[in-house]
């Protein structure tokens, strides 16, 4: 690889696959360490072509979400089942992975900036501004660099576009899928919130169970499928849909509770 080839947004590809590399091995820990990352369905990744592959979850961090799904990303490429073990994966990572993110979050300081270096598909948000509700048109360069993204390499998305559970599935999603048909992954993340603070920077507790399922491909009808009846497939694919949510006795809980305390002891 040339030391100056750069990608398609112009950054240095030798430079990314440094900042992945540092980053990696700084993170490695928060998902090893001091919590446990369950995954389920890695085998998945290994099928995949190298490029218009989107990936869709649910999000409860800024960042330690992304940083995850690279970690496992690379450790499946590399034949790791499930796990993450022996971080030499690391060294040699998949460098055309992006992942969306707001824009305002991405520039706000000098973290998130060489953050979004190493993959940010940086957006300005419809409906959200600097902690205000706003309203306004959807910025063509936005779209357009997601599809350069996909036509590049793997992107993650979050299309509730917060880190707030339950709440509705941005439709724009729905259009970059009819717009670039991507094969669409979905993935389903728990205990990032338990374990992390809302940036995803600060290990909150320790010793949760975090837990990162990859579910097969969705099945699309591309060219007949209604963005209405998009938006529900990825409902109940990210497991966001209202039907979701359930309340249950304070012994059923319990008893769930204990199963969950019973899987986080990982060092015993």
Same mark, same amino acid.
């Given at each position: 690889?040339?030391?100056?080839?750069?990608?398609?947004?112009?950054?240095?590809?030798?430079?990314?696959?440094?900042?992945?590399?540092?980053?990696?091995?700084?993170?490695?820990?928060?998902?090893?360490?001091?919590?446990?990352?369950?995954?389920?369905?890695?085998?998945?990744?290994?099928?995949?072509?190298?490029?218009?592959?989107? #990936?869709?979850?649910?999000?409860?961090?800024?960042?330690?979400?992304?940083?995850?799904?690279?970690?496992? #990303?690379?450790? &499946?490429?590399?034949?790791?089942? +499930?796990?993450?073990?022996?971080?030499?994966?690391?060294?040699?990572?998949?460098?055309?992975?992006?992942?969306? &993110? &707001?824009?305002?979050?991405?520039?706000?300081?000098?973290?998130?900036?060489?953050?979004?270096? &190493?993959?940010?598909?940086?957006?300005?948000?419809?409906?959200?501004?600097?902690?205000?509700?706003?309203?306004?048109?959807?910025?063509?360069?936005?779209?357009?660099?997601?599809?350069?993204?996909?036509?590049?390499?793997?992107?993650?998305?979050?299309?509730?576009?917060?880190?707030?559970?339950?709440?509705?599935?941005?439709?724009?999603?729905?259009?970059?899928?009819?717009?670039?048909?991507?094969?669409?992954?979905?993935?389903?993340? +728990?205990?990032?919130?338990?374990?992390?603070? *809302?940036?995803?920077?600060?290990? *909150?507790?320790?010793?949760?169970?975090?837990?990162?399922?990859?579910?097969?491909?969705?099945?699309?009808?591309?060219?007949?499928?209604?963005?209405?009846?998009?938006?529900?497939?990825?409902?109940?694919?990210?497991?966001?849909?209202?039907?979701?949510?359930?309340?249950?006795?304070?012994?059923?809980?319990? *008893?769930?509770?204990?199963?969950?305390?019973?899987?986080?002891?990982?060092?015993?």
């Amino acid at each position: 690889m040339p030391l100056f080839k750069r990608n398609p947004f112009g950054h240095i590809l030798f430079l990314k696959k440094w900042l992945i590399r540092i980053f990696g091995l700084i993170s490695h820990g928060r998902y090893r360490r001091f919590n446990n990352l369950h995954i389920e369905g890695s085998e998945i990744l290994r099928d995949l072509p190298d490029n218009n592959v989107l #990936f869709i979850s649910n999000h409860q961090t800024y960042f330690a979400d992304v940083a995850a799904m690279f970690h496992v #990303f690379n450790a &499946a490429l590399k034949g790791r089942v +499930d796990n993450i073990k022996n971080i030499g994966y690391i060294w040699n990572p998949k460098l055309n992975i992006y992942f969306v &993110a &707001a824009g305002e979050t991405m520039r706000a300081g000098l973290l998130p900036k060489i953050f979004a270096y &190493a993959g940010s598909v940086s957006i300005d948000r419809t409906w959200r501004s600097k902690g205000e509700n706003v309203n306004r048109q959807v910025k063509m360069s936005d779209v357009s660099n997601i599809g350069k993204a996909l036509n590049d390499g793997w992107v993650i998305t979050f299309p509730q576009g917060t880190t707030t559970p339950f709440k509705p599935i941005r439709r724009g999603t729905a259009h970059i899928i009819k717009k670039h048909k991507p094969i669409v992954i979905p993935i389903v993340i +728990d205990g990032f919130r338990r374990s992390f603070d *809302k940036k995803g920077l600060v290990i *909150k507790k320790r010793n949760v169970l975090q837990s990162m399922v990859i579910k097969p491909p969705l099945e699309i009808d591309y060219e007949n499928e209604e963005i209405a009846d998009i938006v529900t497939k990825i409902e109940y694919a990210i497991e966001q849909h209202p039907s979701f949510l359930k309340v249950i006795s304070v012994d059923e809980y319990a *008893k769930q509770e204990e199963e969950l305390n019973k899987k986080r002891d990982f060092w015993s």
